[in-house]
């Protein structure tokens, strides 16, 4: 599978050393989908990290448009 991770969230000269910004968008999807009270209730740890990517592909690809 060839994912676009959207390059580095926080890119600094030519060294790449960091989380992508793939990464980046699924920790945020993440904070938000954990801190609903419903959510916490309702989705294990690997769903919600799966939902959290299923996000962070859906904004790099909002990205393209």
């Keep these: 599978m060839n994912t676009n991770t ?5 890119p600094y ?10 990464d980046y968008f699924a920790a945020k999807a993440m904070q938000g989908f954990v801190s609903d009270q419903d ?3 309702d989705m ?9 990517y299923t996000q962070a592909d859906a904004m790099l ?5």
């Design 39 to 41: 959510w916490r209730s």
């Design 6 to 10: 959207g390059g580095p969230a926080f």
């Design 61 to 65: 690809k909002a990205r393209e448009a």
């Design 13 to 22: 000269g030519t060294a790449y050393a960091g989380m992508t910004l793939r």
């Design 44 to 52: 294990g740890p690997e769903e919600t990290a799966r939902a959290a």
